[in-house]
Nanobody, 123 residues
Framework: QVQLVESGGGLVQAGGSLRLSCAAS????????MGWFRQAPGKEREFVAA????????YYADSVKGRFTISRVNAKNTVYLQMNSLKPEDTAVYYC????????????????WGQGTQVTVSS
């Protein structure tokens, strides 16, 4: 079992930055691919970024490529999402997820989810 707790969300002006953190419990954290997803009101949950268990490979949605960076520190059981050049359309609840996944952009592939953290970007 893995429990995930996100933090770091908040209100920021367009062009600003935020860093989200996701702290995981459990000794098996380092086995899992970690992903970040987001969900805006009235929209489906969408893929943002993912990182393999080793941290060697990262993947991004086209909408955030070049602005967001995912990273992880397995010794701290933590994954991060650095978000720069934020836009109003980035406003959503952001979730971290863990799993042994084949299709990293598909929410159903992930076994464990956090409760989410709100990110609001004002124009």
């Amino acid at each position: 079992q893995v429990q995930l707790v996100e933090s770091g969300g908040g209100l920021v002006q367009a062009g600003g930055s935020l860093r989200l953190s996701c702290a995981a419990s459990g000794r098996t954290f380092s086995r899992y691919t970690m992903g970040w997803f987001r969900q805006a009101p009235g929209k489906e949950r969408e893929f943002v970024a993912a990182i393999t268990w080793s941290g060697d490979s990262t993947y991004y949605a086209d909408s955030v490529k070049g602005r967001f960076t995912i990273s992880r520190v397995n010794a701290k059981n933590t994954v991060y999402l650095q978000m720069n050049s934020l836009k109003p359309e980035d406003t959503a609840v952001y979730y971290c997820a863990a799993g042994v996944v084949y299709r990293r952009s598909i929410p159903a592939e992930y076994d464990y989810w956090g409760q989410g953290t709100q990110v609001t970007v004002s124009s």
